[in-house]
T-cell receptor, first 118, second 115 residues
Framework: GAVVSQHPSWVICKSGTSVKIECRSL??????MFWYRQFPKQSLMLMAT?????????EQGVEKDKFLINHASLTLSTLTVTSAHPEDSSFYIC??????????????FGNGTRLTVT | KNQVEQSPQSLIILEGKNCTLQ??????????LRWYKQDTGRGPVSLTI?????NTKSNGRYTATLDADTKQSSLHITASQLSDSASYIC??????????????FGPGTRLSVLP
């Protein structure tokens, strides 16, 4: 089945530094990937939609200059948290869909990245 | 406003018992409803996908039902196992699009299966 790989699985960084998270579709091409944020005991919140070869679409309230998304190829999207602060500590998850299989195909999720900003 | 509600918020059952999780939604126009299982610290994994015309769908010990008239869905877990301990998330697609921008996520039900 379709696999989405996310890296790293966890990262600890100091406040003010930037962190890059990668999301790869391993056995399919994903023209669109999604980035989510999840706080403890809460459900996923869509942050942005990453479109291959074009600018990402951000959800209301998500700072595009802080959460930089690059989708340079059909199998890779990256999320960079710039100038991270402790409040950015969260679980970040990406997902991708296989458009060729139609609208009822499942979303395939990465295993998430636990970001801790100290 | 498109919303998905789930109940109960959390549930504790003994190994081997059955349980049913509920999902109510006010999403329109409805496209499909998905149940996902999310283990702690992991990404969600798809269990079932149901369209408007489907009333029930099974995946092993998981059986999902859908009543599009009342906008309710349930996920029934049979003969629970310790590995079923996870969060179960109901996700409703808001329209027939090709990219999934309109997935509406429920808050999840946290299931704990005890030995």
């Amino acid at each position: 089945g379709a696999v989405v790989s996310q890296h790293p699985s966890w990262v600890i960084c100091k406040s003010g530094t930037s962190v890059k998270i990668e999301c790869r579709s391993l056995d399919f091409q994903a023209t669109t990937m999604f980035w989510y944020r999840q706080f403890p005991k809460q459900s996923l919140m869509l942050m942005a939609t990453s479109n291959e070869g074009s600018k990402a679409t951000y959800e209301q309230g998500v700072e595009k200059d802080k959460f930089l998304i690059n989708h340079a190829s059909l199998t890779l999207s990256t999320l960079t948290v710039t100038s991270a602060h402790p409040e950015d500590s969260s679980f970040y998850i990406c997902s991708a869909r296989t458009p060729a299989k139609g609208k009822n195909s499942p979303l395939h999720f990465g295993n998430g990245t636990r970001l801790t900003v100290t | 406003k498109n919303q998905v509600e789930q109940s109960p918020q959390s549930l504790i059952i003994l190994e081997g018992k059955n349980c049913t999780l509920q999902c109510n939604y006010t999403v329109s126009p409805f496209s499909n409803l998905r149940w996902y299982k999310q283990d702690t610290g992991r990404g969600p994994v798809s269990l079932t996908i149901m369209t408007f015309s489907e009333n029930t769908k099974s995946n092993g010990r998981y059986t999902a039902t859908l009543d599009a008239d009342t906008k309710q869905s349930s996920l029934h877990i049979t003969a629970s196992q310790l590995s079923d301990s996870a969060s179960y998330i109901c996700v409703v697609s808001a329209r027939e699009d090709n990219y999934g921008q309109n997935f509406v996520f429920g808050p999840g039900t946290r299931l704990s299966v005890l030995p």
